[in-house]
């Protein structure tokens, strides 16, 4: 089941992963910008209400296939997918076919 501090935690370990991609591949800024954006939506998620979290629960609890759907998104945000903001991201989420 998620709760904002796993979805935290899963944007600063994908963010520190594109930064480790960054330093391997400088000649490539979309890991850099990517891994920024993903520190941007964390900490979006910090200051966040927690509206969409019900929703987001049910689908991790409820469907077959979610946990990987959702996997799949988060490690391309910054080159297919670009949310705004954290509230963005997670309504992103809730919204993903499978």
Same mark, same amino acid.
């Given at each position: ?36 954006? *993903? ?6 998620? #910090? ?15 409820? #469907?077959?296939?979610?946990? #990987?759907?959702?996997?799949?998104? *988060? ?24």
């Amino acid at each position: 089941m998620p709760d904002f501090e796993s979805e935290i935690i899963s944007l600063q370990c994908a963010a520190e992963w594109r930064r480790t991609k960054a330093r391997e591949h400088p000649e490539d800024a979309r890991n850099a910008k990517a891994a920024a954006l *993903l520190d941007r939506l964390a900490s979006d998620l #910090e200051r966040s209400d927690g509206a969409e979290l019900s929703l987001l629960t049910q689908r991790y609890e409820q #469907e077959e296939g979610f946990v #990987e759907a959702a996997n799949s998104y *988060l490690s391309r945000i910054g080159f297919d997918h670009a949310p705004a903001n954290g509230t963005e991201y997670l309504r992103a989420l809730i919204a993903l076919k499978i």
